[in-house]
Each structure stands twice: as structure tokens, then as C-alpha cells.
């Protein structure tokens, strides 16, 4: 009783608080250092640029006084004069050649407080290992009971799958415990026209518009399907290599694009879109990306994105300059640590993310602020056994929260069973 009360009485004077007290006299020296230093290094600069100045000026006075006591002057003499003194003028003006710039890294290593207690009783979803094939597995083919790489995919409140059947070139619908699919998008084959479709990698569900918007990548386009009435497209964005599609609770279409490292955010009628993440060049700092593929938006706005060749998955929030890491980052490979050229990326009501962690041939789930996730399913090597995948893509949960995988090069579509207990 008596340490329980010492211990409400010393709350400020934890071990935990000393480390954040700790940590922000650091920071607040190391900025006061900083600034002290670009302080010193501006004024010398600066002094420097005044002697300059002061130097000049005493050379052109001293002239001024040789001409005069020459009386020599003369309309061009006074002209270069008129010139000299109009440049001293200008560099007497703050100095242009001085200017601060900002370091993209981080200078102060954000802290977190993670409580061990509380990631235990962290509430977790758990799946059947065994996956139930519930559209394709009939081999590679464009018969309607066969799918061709399939990508992104959607589940409607009736269970039935909406499919990107990207070798194919078109978009097929597979209703609840259906032996075949029905195409409701490119059924004229592959091409550029309306109608057509070429290597398409996702599908969204526009419920304002009634309609389907498809990234139809080799088109580099986004094409919109109206109420599966193939007769009626419209043409929403041209010339973009949009891999991933999501859309958030306004009706807003956000694109990745795989060419210019960025996403963009779209209402209906844009001809541009604003940038939401990216758009910095090709690279790995936490305002880049590199082959952003699949992404998806929650209900605070904020996107996360399957950085493909970073082998990352990156948060953006809202109005967020830059991201952060939630999955991978480091470097490829096969540990809990890391990812091998993610693709599908889903968030459930937990707030836990599902990578689809394509060249490790298995789907991982990550906590925001994790060291390491875990696998989900697969895992088990590549194969096409019911507990293997072979190149997982697409992602999606029905409205039981089952788990859905598009198994790519297995050409089928994998449930897997969430377990209630």
C-alpha cells in the first residue's frame, strides 16, 4: 500500500518522464547549438560583405577626388562613376547570396511513448490458414470460369468479387459461390476505344455515380463505367500510369502514378488533381516515392501507400509535406522486418494494415509504430497449394471482415475465413 502511494506521488519523477525531460533539454540544445552556429556564419558573412562594400566605395571616393583635383571630368567618366555607385548601392541591400534552407531529414528524432501492456491486449483479427478458392484456380486461360493475373479487386455488400482480370484486359464479376464470372468491362477485347480496356489493375465502386472507375494502365488512363452498362464510359483522367485507386467518403478519386512518384487527389471535372503525396522526384526520403502502386484512404484521410520499389508501405496525412514509414523500410528481403515489392494495401477498423508482400508470397499485418509485422497467410513458400500464394496482389475484406487475396500467378482469387471467437 505504502509503494502504491509513493508511487502516485512521484508520477513526475518516473524513470519514463526523466527520459522525455531528458530528451527535451537535448533538443532544445541542439537547436539552440544550431542556430547559434548559422547566427555566427550569417554575421560573418555579412561582415564580410560590408568590408567588400567599404573597400569599394573608398576606391571609387578615391578616384572621384583624382579626377576632380585633375579636373578631368568628363560625361563618360561620370557614367562609369554613376555605375560603380549604383552596384555598391544594390550590394548594400541585405545580401542576396545568403539565404537559409530547411534539411529535409529529420533533425529531432520524434519520440513515442509504447506501452507493452497495451500492445498485448491489443485486439487482433485471425484467419483460416487454409484459403477457400472462390473465383479462377481453373488455370490460366480467358474462359469465364479462368482468370489472367488478377490485381485489384472490390467485394460488394453481397459478397460478389469485382476483378481486375489484368491479362485479360478486362473486368469480371464473380457472384457468391459462382462457377463462372460475368464481364462487365472489355469484353471487346483488347484496345484503346471506350470499350476496350488494356492491362487494367484496379477497380473502385463510385456509390454517388452508380459507376465503376477502372485504372486501365496501359491506356494510361481512368476510364468510368456507368451501372455495368457497357455502352456508357466516360474517359476521367488521360495520359497517367495509374497502378492503385481508392476512393474516400466525399466521393473524392485519389490516384497513384507509377511514372511521376506521386498521388493525386480528383473531383469530378478536374483536369489536373492536387498532389497529396510525392510529386519530389524518384527516391527514398520520407517526401518521395519510388513506382507507388496500390493505396487506400481511411476515414481520417489519411493515405497509405505500397511504395513498390522502396519496398515500403508510407503514411500521409492529411495535408501532410511528407510521410511516414508504417511497413518495411527496411531494405528488401524476407524478415518480419521487411517487405519485397509490396502491392495490395487495406486498413481495417482496427487501424491495423495488410500488405500484400508480393515476392515473399505472402500477405503481413503491421501496427503503426511496429518494428516488425507478421505474416497474416502464405507464408509458406510460393506454390499453389491452398495455404501457398504465388505473387499475391489485390487486397479486400468482405463486410464480415474475411480476407480476400488476388493470387496472381496462381490466377485466382483466395478467402480466408476470418476465425470468431
Not at 487482433?124 to 493475373?149: D, P, R
Not at 485519389?254 to 510525392?278: C, H, I, M, P
Request: some cysteine; hydrophobic content about 30%.
Amino acid at each position: 500500500q505504502q509503494t502504491i502511494i509513493q508511487q502516485k506521488q512521484n508520477l513526475h519523477n518516473s524513470s519514463s518522464i526523466q527520459q522525455i525531460n531528458q530528451w527535451e533539454t537535448n533538443s532544445i540544445e541542439k537547436i539552440q547549438q544550431t542556430a547559434q552556429q548559422c547566427r555566427e556564419k550569417v554575421m560573418k558573412l555579412t561582415q564580410k560583405s560590408i568590408n567588400d562594400i567599404e573597400k569599394k566605395f573608398s576606391e571609387l571616393s578615391q578616384k572621384l577626388k583624382e579626377i576632380r583635383q585633375e579636373n578631368e571630368f568628363n560625361e563618360i567618366d561620370l557614367n562609369n562613376c554613376q555605375l560603380k555607385l549604383t552596384q555598391i548601392t544594390k550590394e548594400f541591400l541585405p545580401p542576396s547570396d545568403i539565404s537559409i534552407r530547411q534539411d529535409s531529414q529529420e533533425f529531432i528524432k520524434k519520440i513515442t511513448v509504447i506501452s507493452s501492456l497495451q500492445q498485448n491486449q491489443t485486439e487482433k483479427n485471425t484467419f483460416q490458414q487454409f484459403g477457400i478458392t472462390v473465383a479462377g484456380g481453373n488455370g490460366h486461360g480467358q474462359e469465364l470460369n479462368q482468370l489472367s493475373y488478377p490485381r485489384g479487386m472490390f467485394i460488394d455488400n453481397d459478397k460478389s468479387i469485382y476483378i481486375a482480370d489484368c491479362g485479360n484486359d478486362r473486368i469480371v464479376k464473380w457472384k457468391l459461390n459462382s462457377n463462372i464470372g460475368q464481364i462487365i468491362a472489355g469484353e471487346n477485347g483488347v484496345g484503346n476505344r471506350n470499350n476496350q480496356l488494356s492491362w487494367p489493375t484496379n477497380i473502385i465502386f463510385d456509390k454517388e455515380n452508380n459507376s465503376f472507375i477502372i485504372s486501365d494502365y496501359k491506356n494510361n488512363r481512368v476510364i468510368q463505367y456507368f451501372d455495368q452498362n457497357q455502352t456508357n464510359q466516360q474517359i476521367l483522367i488521360s495520359y497517367i500510369n495509374c497502378v492503385g485507386l481508392t476512393i474516400d467518403k466525399n466521393g473524392f478519386i485519389y490516384t497513384s502514378d507509377s511514372q511521376n512518384n506521386e498521388v493525386r487527389r480528383w473531383k469530378q471535372g478536374d483536369k489536373k488533381g492536387e498532389l497529396v503525396a510525392g510529386g519530389n522526384g524518384q527516391g527514398n526520403g520520407l517526401n518521395q516515392l519510388n513506382y507507388p502502386t496500390y493505396i487506400f484512404i481511411d476515414e481520417d484521410y489519411s493515405l497509405y501507400i505500397s511504395d513498390y520499389e522502396n519496398n515500403r508501405v508510407m503514411k500521409w496525412r492529411k495535408d501532410a509535406k511528407e510521410g511516414i514509414i508504417v511497413a518495411g523500410g527496411n531494405g528488401e528481403g524476407r524478415s518480419l522486418k521487411q517487405l519485397s515489392h509490396p502491392r495490395g494495401v487495406i486498413v481495417d477498423h482496427l487501424g491495423q494494415i495488410y500488405v500484400a508482400d508480393c515476392s515473399n508470397h505472402r500477405v503481413m499485418r503491421w501496427c503503426e509504430g511496429d518494428a516488425e509485422g507478421e505474416i497474416v497467410v502464405g507464408g509458406y513458400g510460393q506454390g499453389n497449394q491452398s495455404n501457398q500464394l504465388n505473387y499475391p496482389t489485390g487486397l479486400s475484406f468482405d463486410n464480415e471482415e474475411n480476407l480476400y487475396v488476388a493470387d496472381c500467378s496462381n490466377d485466382r482469387i483466395q478467402k480466408y475465413e476470418k476465425i470468431l471467437i
